[in-house]
């Protein structure tokens, strides 16, 4: 039998009913209406089918479903915004915690302060937050969802003068593995308030999140674009841009097939190319006579960079991370960009295999997020020259083999200019647990897996870039 067609194990609709006496959201078992959809995660690689999806509305259904999961030794997992590459927002034979109904959002314009429910998405979030003028240290794309991508770090286009975004939480709200409520703070539960930040969901089920605000007036962005015979040296000006690049200016730059309806001419539609998206906290004018000039003496065939308001940047890959897609990822923290990696990064962005799939890198790392203490966080590899990611797509299921292919061997050939570790949130589901370990480095690990071992010492949540106890 194809185990895609078979019936998943552990929840009958008597034991569904009994846990509905003590859980308001939906309960929902193989078969009924809506299953296969609330099952399905961005990467359509991943084809879990649980034994249960029970859709929390608030904490009493959290400590619920959480409690009865236990009861019965069923394996269980908690969905936010089902974006994570390895798919461990679903699972085979388990308890799947939904929390996407949990919706709530409290703004305190006058602290600057969003008290945000654990189902929100970027986009959700900054909807109620925007008509306040006001923004949180998001994710890249409005469709993820708020507490893996800051519980994972927090990677931002406000990273550089803001922080990452758990530098800018102040309270966070969970469930534990013995189904108690606690809040970790500076103040109250600080050991767990620091692995939280950069442990992701290791030690509970997190329910709400407090962090700052900040006013973002209109950036100045867009994007540089050439064919990939000018990849060399567009990649030598960002390798030297990105050494010296003020707090204030953000560098990404992106190799991929020009898409139609982005706004690049007939010439380069889908041609293989590179494009560079700068996003600059400062006036036209001041890009105009400091970093933008010598991009444009490079002669762009694309040059769309202008004024642009921060919720549009925020929305502007939307489409391309909404489709459901097969994806396979590999990242790194790169210590430089010396000729050698050019020439990798050049030849395999030449020779991509999927018109869908998209190469990243970026200096997230550097500015007010390189400052903050290393010890203050669980975060890691602050002081990482560059991120590097590669994101590859496609939909034939039959070419999975090719595409993997490519990505393996184009991260094995730029992982010599390593630092070390790649992040958490882009971590895959096949690569071997030690990569977690070596993100954060031996000290930090040692410190995670004693709070690990103080707050869920049967690795209840084991479901995710684990920690082991």
Not at 15 to 20: I, N, S
Not at 45 to 67: E, K, N, S, Y
Request: charged share 25%; net charge negative; with cysteine.
């Amino acid at each position: 039998m194809d185990p895609r067609e078979r019936t998943p194990r552990g929840v009958e609709a008597s034991a569904r009913d009994e846990l509905k006496k003590r859980f308001r959201g939906d309960l929902v078992l193989p078969g009924d209406v809506g299953y296969d959809e609330l099952r399905q995660v961005w990467n359509a690689r991943v084809d879990r089918r649980p034994a249960l999806i029970a859709r929390c509305t608030g904490i009493a259904d959290v400590m619920a479903a959480l409690g009865f999961a236990r009861e019965r030794g069923l394996p269980l997992t908690v969905r936010g915004g089902g974006h994570d590459i390895a798919g461990n927002g679903v699972i085979d034979d388990g308890i799947v915690l939904d929390m996407r109904p949990m919706k709530g959002v409290r703004v305190d314009p006058g602290r600057r302060v969003v008290r945000a429910q654990a189902g929100l998405t970027w986009g959700e979030l900054e909807h109620d937050t925007e008509v306040f003028g006001l923004f949180p240290v998001g994710g890249q794309c409005s469709t993820t969802g708020i507490v893996g991508v800051t519980l994972g770090g927090g990677i931002s286009s406000l990273s550089r003068i803001r922080g990452h975004g758990v530098d800018n939480l102040l309270s966070i709200d969970l469930v534990t593995a013995d189904g108690r409520f606690v809040t970790a703070s500076e103040t109250e539960n600080p050991e767990l308030f620091w692995g939280l930040r950069g442990g992701g969901g290791n030690f509970g089920v997190v329910t709400e999140l407090e962090m700052r605000l900040y006013p973002v007036p209109d950036i100045v962005s867009g994007l540089l674009a050439w064919p990939m015979d000018r990849a060399e040296e567009v990649l030598r000006l960002f390798r030297d841009q990105c050494a010296t690049a003020p707090d204030a200016l953000l560098l990404q730059l992106f190799s991929w097939v020009f898409p139609p309806g982005m706004g690049f001419p007939d010439s380069l539609v889908g041609q293989t190319g590179v494009a560079v998206m700068p996003v600059f906290h400062g006036s036209v004018e001041a890009a105009a006579t400091t970093w933008l000039a010598p991009w444009r003496a490079l002669k762009p065939a694309l040059d769309g960079i202008g004024p642009m308001p921060y919720h549009t940047l925020q929305h502007l890959f939307d489409g391309m991370l909404a489709l459901r897609l097969r994806q396979y990822q590999r990242c790194e923290f790169l210590t430089g960009l010396p000729e050698e990696a050019i020439k990798v990064f050049a030849r395999f962005s030449h020779e991509i295999t999927s018109p869908m799939s998209i190469v990243e890198m970026a200096n997230f790392t550097g500015g007010m997020a390189s400052r903050v203490p290393s010890d203050a966080t669980a975060v890691a590899r602050r002081d990482a020259h560059l991120f590097f990611a590669i994101q590859s797509a496609w939909s034939d299921p039959g070419e999975d083999e090719r595409h993997l292919t490519w990505t393996q061997s184009f991260w094995e050939a730029i992982r010599p200019f390593s630092a070390g570790g790649g992040h958490p949130n882009f971590l895959e589901g096949d690569e071997p647990k030690e990569r977690v370990a070596d993100y954060f480095g031996r000290e930090k690990y040692e410190r995670l897996r004693a709070l690990k071992r103080a707050w869920d010492p049967e690795n209840v949540f084991r479901r995710n870039k684990n920690i082991e106890p």
